[in-house]
């Protein structure tokens, strides 16, 4: 779709008047006129306006001329997953699992790989494959080859190293020791908790990156431990296949 086409439908989408977005991005309601018309296309800052208003990158309103790939990971960008800076502005050069809220997640290229080589495997592609694949393609992304200016001396590892610490000193009977934490965010933490009134009550916000993993209990049988941390919490639970029957085991402000 062209700029115009984009613009209409995302003012229609979200219920807005002319006049009512023209007042959201600071222009004339002519303005906003005429770019659905296709006289004139929104300037720089105003795409940026434009672009936190629908959530959408700045690419997506522009037609998505380019084809956008986190320049971490390598995995294709979608507006659903493209990540956020500090200030919730979105950028696209990277997925919300490798640069969550202006931090970079990923220090290590084989922890990397190890996170994404299982996600890759289906009938056609072996994880051998994946991995050799990985390994071939992300040194040439731009985080890895200017890791030394962007990264932050390891900073944000020993934050997990720590995390992971107060985790396994918990001692939550039946969960194994946590030896990794990964970036998780959407359905990943999309957790409900059912209260006894029969509500349920959400735990996390699944726009946010947090820190977690799943790990198999030590008794065997179908349920396993969700672990999830943030600067401010830690939160454990049990659920079975698919994140059925959540259980709350421990909700810990740090």
């Known amino acids: 779709m062209e700029t115009k086409d984009v613009l209409y439908e995302l003012r229609m989408k979200s219920g807005l008047s002319q006049d009512a977005l023209a007042e959201k991005v600071f222009v004339t309601r002519q303005a906003v006129s005429r770019w659905e018309n296709g006289e004139t296309v929104p300037n720089t800052e105003t795409l940026k306006l434009l672009s936190n208003l629908f959530s959408v990158s700045i690419n997506t309103l522009l037609?998505?001329?380019?084809k956008l790939i986190c320049q971490c990971c390598g995995m294709p960008l979608e507006d659903a997953i493209i990540s956020r800076n500090r200030d919730g502005s979105l950028n696209e050069d990277y997925c919300k699992w490798c640069y969550a809220d202006g931090t970079y997640t990923y220090s290590d290229m084989d922890d990397l790989i190890d996170v994404c080589a299982g996600n890759m495997v289906n009938a056609d592609f072996t994880e051998e494959q994946a991995?050799?694949?990985l390994k071939q393609?992300?040194?040439?992304?731009?985080?890895w080859k200017r890791y030394e200016e962007l990264s932050d001396d390891g900073q944000f590892e020993a934050f997990k190293k720590q995390l992971i610490a107060e985790i396994n000193d918990l001692s939550i009977e039946g969960m194994p020791r946590v030896e990794k934490l990964n970036?998780?965010?959407g359905s990943y933490v999309n957790l409900a908790y059912p209260?006894?009134?029969g509500f349920s009550v959400k735990f996390l916000d699944d726009q946010t990156t947090y820190l977690g993993n799943q790990l198999e209990s030590e008794f065997g049988g179908d349920r396993c431990f969700g672990v999830l941390a943030s600067m401010d919490f830690i939160l454990i639970c049990t659920y079975g296949e698919n994140g059925a029957d959540p259980e709350l085991l421990l909700y810990k402000k740090r």
Not at 63 to 66: E, L, M, N, T, V
Not at 138 to 143: A, K, N, Q
């Open 131 to 133: 991995r050799t694949y």
């Open 183 to 185: 970036a998780l965010v």
């Open 195 to 197: 209260l006894p009134s």
């Open 63 to 66: 037609g998505s001329p380019r």
């Open 137 to 143: 393609v992300l040194p040439g992304l731009d985080y």
